[in-house]
């Protein structure tokens, strides 16, 4: 019933910028924190940012003062400014919302298909 929705991927420079989107959509209720993972091949999933409903952010300390997590709550929709890229940051970008559906008790996380990013000169 809920569906997160991602754009923004693509090809960038090394120092250029890219601004992912994800809106999430569905019988929601309520959206308690939603975040960027990013996964390089062979790599492990990794938390990138975090955002809560109240606006508090978290960011992994390979992106602090390059990347900024935003999000729009009348839309359910949070974005990722990444500015000075690196070839590092390649990998593919998913988005996650932890999501209340309406009639229902508890809290589930919910995952985006993924939007490759790739910082290449």
């Known amino acids: 019933q809920v569906q997160l929705v991602e754009s923004g991927g693509g090809l960038v420079q090394p120092g250029g910028s890219l601004r992912l989107s994800c809106a999430a959509s569905g019988s929601i209720f309520s959206i308690n924190a939603m975040g960027w993972y990013r996964q390089a091949p062979g790599k492990q999933r990794e938390l990138v940012a975090a955002?809560?409903?109240?606006?508090?952010?978290n960011y992994a300390d390979s992106v602090k003062g390059r990347f900024t997590i935003s999000r729009d709550n009348a839309k359910n929709t949070v974005y990722l400014q990444m500015n000075s890229l690196k070839p590092e940051d390649t990998a593919v970008y998913y988005c996650?919302?932890?999501?209340?559906?309406?009639?229902?008790?508890?809290?589930?996380?919910?995952w985006g298909q993924g939007t490759q990013v790739t910082v290449s000169s």
């Open positions: 996650n919302a932890d999501v209340l559906l309406e009639s229902s008790y508890y809290y589930t996380d919910y």
């Open positions: 955002i809560t409903s109240g606006g508090s952010t």
